[in-house]
C-alpha cells in the first residue's frame, strides 16, 4: 500500500470518527490525536438502582480534561426522602491534578493555579436541588481561565441536605454538539447551559 493511499484512509477514518466531511490536514489530524472523540459516552456506570443514605453517594467517574471543550453529566435520582424545598441530590465535581490530587476550587497561588486541597466538590453546572424524582443534567467548560493546573475532573453525586435517595446511569462524556473545526481551532460551545 502506497504512502498516498495510506494517508487517505487515515484520513477517511479520521473524518468518519469526528464526523465530519471537512479535508483534514496532517497538522489537523495530529492536533486531533490530543483531543477527546466526540462520539459517545466515556462512562457508564451504575445500571441498577443503588440506594444512598448521607450527604453522598460513594459513586464517582474521573475524566480528563481538555480546554474548550465542556464536560457533560447525567444522572437519574428518584425516591428522595427529604421533603425540604430546593435541597436534595445533584451532580458535583472535583477538580484533580496530573497526580489525581485534588485541588482547592477558591484557594490559588501567586500564579493562578489551583492549590492542593482535599475534598472540596461543586457543583458541575446550574444549581439543581430540585428535591424531584427525574433526570439530573449538568456540564462544565474548561477554559484557560479556569484550567489553570486542573487536568482531570472526578464527577460524583451529593446533595446539600441529609437524605436518602437512589441512583442510577451516571453517564460522563464530552459534549458532542459543536464541530471539528471547533475543536481544532480550540473553540468553545456556544450553550448557554454551559458554566
Known amino acids: 500500500m502506497s504512502l498516498s493511499s495510506t494517508m487517505t484512509s487515515l484520513m477517511d477514518k479520521a473524518r468518519a470518527n469526528y464526523h465530519t466531511t471537512d479535508k483534514l490536514s496532517i497538522s489537523d489530524l495530529t492536533d486531533l490525536l490530543t483531543k477527546p472523540a466526540v462520539n459517545g459516552p466515556l462512562s457508564i456506570t451504575y445500571p441498577n438502582w443503588t440506594k444512598v443514605s448521607g450527604w453522598s453517594a460513594d459513586a464517582f467517574v474521573i475524566v480528563p480534561v481538555f480546554e474548550g471543550v465542556p464536560i457533560c453529566a447525567t444522572v437519574e435520582i428518584k425516591d428522595i426522602a427529604s421533603t425540604v424545598s430546593n ?3 445533584c451532580l458535583l465535581c472535583t477538580f484533580k491534578d496530573k497526580n489525581l490530587n485534588d485541588l482547592s476550587y477558591w484557594d490559588t497561588d501567586s500564579n493562578g493555579d489551583y492549590k492542593l486541597a482535599h475534598n472540596q466538590p461543586i457543583q458541575v453546572g446550574s444549581d439543581d436541588f430540585s428535591n424531584k424524582n427525574g433526570l439530573r443534567s449538568a456540564q462544565r467548560l474548561f477554559g484557560g481561565s479556569n484550567l489553570r493546573n486542573v487536568s482531570y475532573i472526578a464527577i460524583s453525586i451529593g446533595n446539600n ?4 435517595y437512589s441512583f442510577r446511569n451516571l453517564v460522563v ?3 458532542e ?3 471539528v473545526q471547533n475543536l481544532i481551532d480550540g473553540g468553545q460551545s456556544n450553550s448557554s447551559s454551559v458554566v
Open 87 to 89: 435541597r436534595g441530590p
Open 161 to 164: 441536605v441529609d437524605t436518602t
Open 173 to 175: 462524556s464530552y459534549y
Open 177 to 179: 454538539p459543536y464541530s
